[in-house]
């Protein structure tokens, strides 16, 4: 329940409306962009519903946005995903392998096993359309939300390594520089990072369903400050 009217700006595979929030500035006059994203894994229920609170704190709390500022916050990136209470998009692709990265790979691995990241690279309408979406508002910052693992994990690069220290230091989680567990190919931060520059983090909760919004809050808002 977000108490804002959403921009559409495409359909998942299903059809469902992919939903964005803005906040602060408007497109013309701003000068940074951060992107908040919840839910590109349909199964991490707590990453839409922090982005959602967070969304709503911005409705109550305009001026804490700097000038020049604008917020894209999107609560759920895969939205048949997360209906189903899958992992993966309406056709058993995960999105967060969809992206066209240097590393993009078919197949690779993650938590449940083997992961598919599609024929090609934004194969996926969900992918696709986001990408076309950050296309015409350029990411200074992006978080993806994910659960749970309880750590920041940066792309490799400084600014992604700054803000992610400084969430680390603010939530308590887990600074994790190199992610080790499994390859993470195609990925919607590293994608980021290699088009735009972006200071791109990964922002994984403690729980798949409880968002921990005391805990997230103050680190969420300093990540939309310079």
Same mark, same amino acid.
Not at 2 to 16: A, D, M
Not at 85 to 107: C, E, P
Not at 112 to 119: D, E, K, S, V
């Given at each position: ?102 590393? *993009? ?73 190199? *992610? ?10 590293? *994608? ?20 921990? *919004? ?13």
């Amino acid at each position: 329940n977000v108490r804002t009217i959403p921009y559409e700006y495409g359909r998942s595979t299903r059809g469902n409306p992919l939903l964005a929030y803005t906040y602060g500035a408007e497109q013309v006059a701003a000068s940074r962009f951060v992107y908040i994203i919840g839910a590109i894994h349909g199964n991490e229920r707590s990453s839409a519903l922090l982005a959602a609170e967070l969304a709503n704190y911005l409705v109550d709390h305009p001026t804490d946005i700097p000038a020049g500022t604008r917020v894209i916050v999107i609560p759920i990136a895969n939205p048949d995903g997360y209906q189903r209470k899958l992992r993966t998009n309406a056709r058993g692709i995960d999105l967060n392998r969809n992206f066209s990265t240097a590393d *993009w790979r078919r197949y690779t691995r993650g938590p449940p096993g083997r992961a598919y990241g599609g024929r090609a690279p934004f194969s996926e309408k969900e992918a696709a359309a986001l990408t076309v979406f950050m296309e015409r508002e350029q990411p200074d910052v992006v978080i993806a939300l994910h659960a749970r693992g309880n750590l920041i994990n940066p792309e490799g690069h400084e600014p992604s390594k700054d803000l992610a220290k400084r969430i680390a230091a603010q939530t308590g989680y887990k600074y994790l520089e190199v *992610w080790g567990s499994y390859p993470t190919t195609g990925t919607m931060t590293l *994608w980021t990072v290699e088009r735009f520059g972006t200071a791109s983090v990964t922002w994984e909760l403690g729980s798949y369903t409880y968002p921990n *919004w005391n805990r997230n809050r103050d680190a969420l808002l300093g990540a939309i400050r310079p």
